[in-house]
């Protein structure tokens, strides 16, 4: 309770202040249950590994070119840019010649484009429906409402106890009647409810505008939030400003980028010394923003605390019988080559296409079970709990104020004129649309040259693949209630399927009574492995099997290449942790070879991988999960395996081992990292938040004792990192190690 109500008052604290099917394709032997997250043995008639992100475009838009009758996506990104507004022009084409289109994104990562989407829908006329996983929770909305709902003359404000108690009884008696289609919205933990001002909260909330947080607070509860953080007196420009940066920075430690959230906590560390008279005195009445009094707060610190769990699939099916998924999102920098169009990294990735001899029931149940579950709301849904009017205005004026030097009094002197109904902002999300594609056909050109060094490898007729998904339900749950986090050491039980295929394969690899050389490769993005994954690892070094006759090549990106850096940074001392072990314990008699290499950023090329890959002896998986805590712990995933198709793997393994013997394209670190000290290690994170606090001009703004402050804060996580997979590998004891890996997983879960 303690550690939920200190989370919680912090998170409130800087918003108040700134704010039975058929299954043809299927051997009837190897079925499991639907419920599962795991469809085995789809039988394969053609298909294509694609690495080049045009050929990955080209092959999206044929899809849904040659659609007849329906086309189902699940991304966790779909953005407005010049590629996806060519890609949405496909889509509104397709509705439009009676195809059904039903397009589920993630609701934290989409909600700012939520008139784009609007707009789709609208030009679809019907056929293109648009949904958003992850909303808001019942107890969410509720604690949205608590934070802009006011008390009354009865329970006046000054008498915190009896406000608080009053605000509670109104809001059980608002929502314990609320139906969503004919259920009692309570026992679904959602809600559909906008009182007081909960909708303006939430749409700040979700669209990272902490003045619309700000004005929904203080229109809400008839406050002034200047006069209460600063106890009565009148605020300097200086101090809103600070109170505003500090609100950012916050705001970003919980919602941003990994790289934004990793450093943006460190730097949290120092704001109450930084602002702390403007602050404690908010701190000290947190009670009347913060519903600390009610009976299930436990359960609703554990919704805020699993807000940003994704969706973070990515699945083209089309007429039940084409499908495409792998790690590409539905943006420029995956569908595009190094461009002056793009202004992201051009990202390395890999996607696969297959086709089915006749529609596939069983895949078809899959998107429905997603599209259906209880986390996911309609675009009308979320204009009734989290409607986005004020913001989306507020971004239209800032574009007409982009060229004011004074921003702030243009702005709002257009809001105070200019009121866009929604109706005349989708006629705006149209006109970009025109213009980004206009943009992409008259200004961007593939590069023959570029598309020549990632090429695709064909899928046989003979192929059987097995389609694997992390879900937010227990696999044996079949009221499919929304599940949080894995049950540790069961992880097909927490359809976690991506990761027990995985781990069921690599045990298989060493036990096999073939001793005869056997390469794994996991050629994945984000490497920060998960505590299962990780002793995975070690049962395959600590001579209990004998898996000499296995080569482990881990392939990811380095410091330089990557776009999320504290993802490396964790990593390269965890993996610490794991070369020492590697060192102490291997036996060429029995010990496993692993081999840990890293991208080196090449000359004028801004290329990042972003593939998520795993090639066994017998199988290759391709999906969008990556190899990190998130991607187990937190999210939705896909994989295809592909299996029976001894050509493709071949093929696909020859391909990686170019790229392990280019020492210009990839670096072995085994050496690295056996070999380096913590104290080298820590001066080179030293460096890295150095270069990070100049890049967002911080540097300047920091006192001595601060930033020494903002060291020890970063020393302390990758401290952690290491201590924790070091205890993590040393031990026998199964209850220590579950303890362990729930510390991982809490700490790092979000990263």
Same mark, same amino acid.
């Not at 991304?75 to 397709?94: G, N």
């Not at 919205?185 to 505008?209: H, P, Q, R, V, W």
């Given at each position: 309770?303690?550690?939920?109500?200190?989370?919680?008052?912090?998170?409130?604290?800087?918003?108040?202040?700134?704010?039975?099917?058929?299954?043809?394709?299927?051997?009837?032997?190897?079925?499991?249950?639907?419920?599962?997250?795991?469809?085995?043995?789809?039988?394969?008639?053609?298909?294509?590994?694609?690495?080049?992100?045009?050929?990955?475009?080209?092959?999206?838009?044929?899809?849904?070119?040659?659609?007849?009758?329906?086309?189902?996506?699940?991304?966790?990104?779909?953005?407005?840019?010049?590629?996806?507004?060519?890609?949405?022009?496909?889509?509104?084409?397709?509705?439009?010649?009676?195809?059904?289109?039903?397009?589920?994104?993630?609701?934290?990562?989409?909600?700012?484009?939520?008139?784009?989407?609007?707009?789709?829908?609208?030009?679809?006329?019907?056929?293109?429906?648009?949904?958003?996983?992850?909303?808001?929770?019942?107890?969410?909305?509720?604690?949205?409402?608590?934070?802009?709902?006011?008390?009354?003359?009865?329970?006046?404000?000054?008498?915190?106890?009896?406000?608080?108690?009053?605000?509670?009884?109104?809001?059980?008696?608002?929502?314990?009647?609320?139906?969503?289609?004919?259920?009692?919205?309570?026992?679904?933990?959602?809600?559909?409810?906008?009182?007081?001002?909960?909708?303006?909260?939430?749409?700040?909330?979700?669209?990272?505008?902490?003045?619309?947080?700000?004005?929904?607070?203080?229109?809400?509860?008839?406050?002034?939030?200047?006069?209460?953080?600063?106890?009565?007196?009148?605020?300097?420009?200086?101090?809103?400003?600070?109170?505003?940066?500090?609100?950012?920075?916050?705001?970003?430690?919980?919602?941003?980028?990994?790289?934004?959230?990793?450093?943006?906590?460190?730097?949290?560390?120092?704001?109450?010394?930084?602002?702390?008279?403007?602050?404690?005195?908010?701190?000290?009445?947190?009670?009347?923003?913060?519903?600390?009094?009610?009976?299930?707060?436990?359960?609703?610190?554990?919704?805020?605390?699993?807000?940003?769990?994704?969706?973070?699939?990515?699945?083209?099916?089309?007429?039940?019988?084409?499908?495409?998924?792998?790690?590409?999102?539905?943006?420029?920098?995956?569908?595009?080559?190094?461009?002056?169009?793009?202004?992201?990294?051009?990202?390395?990735?890999?996607?696969?296409?297959?086709?089915?001899?006749?529609?596939?029931?069983?895949?078809?149940?899959?998107?429905?079970?997603?599209?259906?579950?209880?986390?996911?709301?309609?675009?009308?849904?979320?204009?009734?709990?989290?409607?986005?009017?004020?913001?989306?205005?507020?971004?239209?004026?800032?574009?007409?104020?982009?060229?004011?030097?004074?921003?702030?009094?243009?702005?709002?002197?257009?809001?105070?004129?200019?009121?866009?109904?929604?109706?005349?902002?989708?006629?705006?999300?149209?006109?970009?649309?025109?213009?980004?594609?206009?943009?992409?056909?008259?200004?961007?050109?593939?590069?023959?040259?570029?598309?020549?060094?990632?090429?695709?490898?064909?899928?046989?007729?003979?192929?059987?693949?097995?389609?694997?998904?992390?879900?937010?339900?227990?696999?044996?749950?079949?009221?499919?209630?929304?599940?949080?986090?894995?049950?540790?050491?069961?992880?097909?039980?927490?359809?976690?399927?991506?990761?027990?295929?995985?781990?069921?394969?690599?045990?298989?690899?060493?036990?096999?009574?073939?001793?005869?050389?056997?390469?794994?490769?996991?050629?994945?993005?984000?490497?920060?492995?998960?505590?299962?994954?990780?002793?995975?690892?070690?049962?395959?070094?600590?001579?209990?099997?004998?898996?000499?006759?296995?080569?482990?090549?881990?392939?990811?990106?380095?410091?330089?290449?990557?776009?999320?850096?504290?993802?490396?940074?964790?990593?390269?001392?965890?993996?610490?942790?794991?070369?020492?072990?590697?060192?102490?314990?291997?036996?060429?008699?029995?010990?496993?070879?692993?081999?840990?290499?890293?991208?080196?950023?090449?000359?004028?090329?801004?290329?990042?991988?972003?593939?998520?890959?795993?090639?066994?002896?017998?199988?290759?998986?391709?999906?969008?999960?990556?190899?990190?805590?998130?991607?187990?712990?937190?999210?939705?995933?896909?994989?295809?395996?592909?299996?029976?198709?001894?050509?493709?793997?071949?093929?696909?393994?020859?391909?990686?081992?170019?790229?392990?013997?280019?020492?210009?394209?990839?670096?072995?670190?085994?050496?690295?990292?056996?070999?380096?000290? +913590? $104290?080298?290690?820590?001066?080179?994170?030293? @460096? /890295?938040?150095?270069?990070? =606090? !100049?890049?967002? #001009?911080?540097?300047? &703004?920091?006192?001595?004792?601060?930033?020494?402050?903002?060291?020890?804060? +970063? $020393?302390?996580?990758?401290?952690?990192?290491? @201590? /924790?997979?070091?205890?993590? =590998? !040393?031990?026998? #004891?199964?209850?220590? &190690?579950?303890?362990?890996?729930?510390?991982?997983?809490?700490?790092?879960?979000?990263?």
């Amino acid at each position: 309770m303690k550690k939920m109500i200190q989370t919680m008052s912090l998170l409130v604290l800087s918003l108040s202040l700134l704010t039975a099917c058929q299954f043809p394709n299927i051997k009837p032997q190897s079925i499991l249950s639907e419920s599962v997250g795991k469809v085995n043995s789809l039988a394969i008639d053609s298909g294509q590994v694609i690495t080049d992100n045009q050929h990955s475009f080209e092959a999206k838009l044929a899809l849904i070119d040659q659609a007849k009758e329906s086309i189902d996506l699940v991304y966790f990104i779909v953005s407005d840019d010049y590629s996806s507004s060519v890609f949405a022009k496909h889509l509104i084409a397709a509705s439009q010649r009676g195809v059904k289109v039903r397009l589920l994104v993630d609701y934290v990562t989409n909600y700012s484009r939520l008139d784009w989407f609007s707009m789709l829908e609208w030009e679809g006329g019907g056929n293109l429906i648009v949904r958003f996983y992850g909303r808001p929770t019942n107890n969410m909305i509720k604690d949205a409402v608590y934070m802009t709902l006011g008390c009354n003359d009865v329970a006046p404000r000054e008498d915190k106890s009896a406000c608080s108690q009053e605000k509670l009884a109104q809001i059980e008696t608002l929502f314990q009647a609320e139906k969503i289609d004919g259920v009692l919205a309570e026992s679904l933990n959602i809600s559909n409810l906008n009182l007081a001002e909960s909708g303006l909260f939430l749409s700040g909330f979700y669209g990272k505008n902490i003045d619309a947080m700000t004005l929904a607070i203080e229109q809400g509860q008839h406050i002034s939030i200047k006069q209460l953080a600063f106890s009565g007196s009148t605020a300097s420009s200086g101090q809103i400003k600070g109170l505003k940066h500090f609100g950012k920075i916050y705001w970003k430690s919980r919602t941003g980028p990994a790289y934004q959230r990793v450093f943006n906590r460190v730097k949290t560390a120092f704001a109450f010394q930084h602002y702390g008279d403007a602050l404690n005195p908010v701190y000290a009445s947190f009670s009347q923003f913060l519903p600390v009094e009610r009976n299930n707060i436990d359960e609703a610190a554990r919704d805020w605390d699993f807000f940003t769990d994704y969706t973070h699939h990515k699945l083209l099916l089309v007429d039940r019988q084409n499908m495409m998924l792998g790690g590409r999102n539905v943006e420029d920098a995956y569908h595009m080559h190094p461009n002056p169009l793009s202004a992201k990294y051009t990202f390395m990735d890999t996607d696969v296409l297959v086709h089915f001899a006749e529609p596939n029931q069983a895949m078809q149940h899959r998107f429905d079970t997603l599209w259906s579950f209880v986390t996911t709301a309609s675009l009308p849904d979320i204009r009734q709990h989290a409607p986005n009017d004020f913001i989306a205005n507020w971004h239209w004026a800032n574009v007409a104020c982009k060229d004011r030097i004074q921003l702030e009094g243009c702005r709002t002197d257009w809001l105070s004129r200019v009121n866009l109904p929604l109706e005349k902002r989708i006629a705006l999300e149209k006109n970009k649309l025109e213009e980004h594609q206009q943009t992409y056909q008259t200004s961007y050109q593939a590069s023959a040259e570029f598309a020549k060094r990632f090429p695709s490898f064909s899928v046989s007729n003979q192929a059987i693949g097995t389609y694997l998904e992390n879900l937010p339900y227990r696999a044996t749950d079949r009221e499919q209630r929304r599940q949080f986090g894995a049950e540790y050491n069961q992880e097909a039980k927490s359809n976690k399927n991506i990761q027990d295929y995985w781990l069921t394969k690599l045990k298989k690899q060493c036990r096999s009574e073939d001793k005869s050389p056997k390469e794994v490769y996991f050629y994945n993005a984000y490497f920060f492995p998960p505590p299962n994954m990780m002793l995975a690892f070690k049962e395959m070094v600590n001579g209990t099997q004998n898996c000499s006759h296995v080569t482990l090549n881990i392939i990811t990106n380095s410091v330089a290449t990557t776009d999320l850096v504290p993802v490396n940074i964790l990593a390269s001392h965890s993996m610490k942790a794991f070369a020492d072990f590697y060192m102490e314990h291997f036996d060429e008699q029995r010990s496993a070879t692993i081999k840990y290499f890293e991208y080196q950023k090449t000359e004028n090329e801004a290329l990042s991988l972003h593939s998520k890959v795993t090639l066994f002896e017998d199988a290759l998986v391709i999906g969008s999960a990556n190899l990190d805590v998130r991607s187990y712990f937190m999210d939705t995933n896909n994989a295809l395996a592909i299996e029976e198709d001894d050509e493709l793997i071949r093929q696909y393994q020859q391909h990686l081992k170019a790229r392990v013997n280019n020492a210009n394209l990839l670096k072995l670190k085994n050496v690295e990292l056996s070999s380096a000290t +913590m $104290e080298t290690m820590i001066a080179n994170d030293r @460096q /890295l938040l150095q270069a990070s =606090l !100049e890049k967002y #001009s911080v540097q300047n &703004k920091l006192s001595e004792t601060q930033h020494q402050n903002l060291i020890q804060k +970063m $020393e302390e996580l990758t401290t952690a990192a290491y @201590q /924790l997979t070091k205890k993590l =590998l !040393e031990s026998d #004891s199964n209850s220590e &190690k579950k303890q362990l890996s729930e510390r991982f997983y809490q700490l790092f879960k979000t990263i």
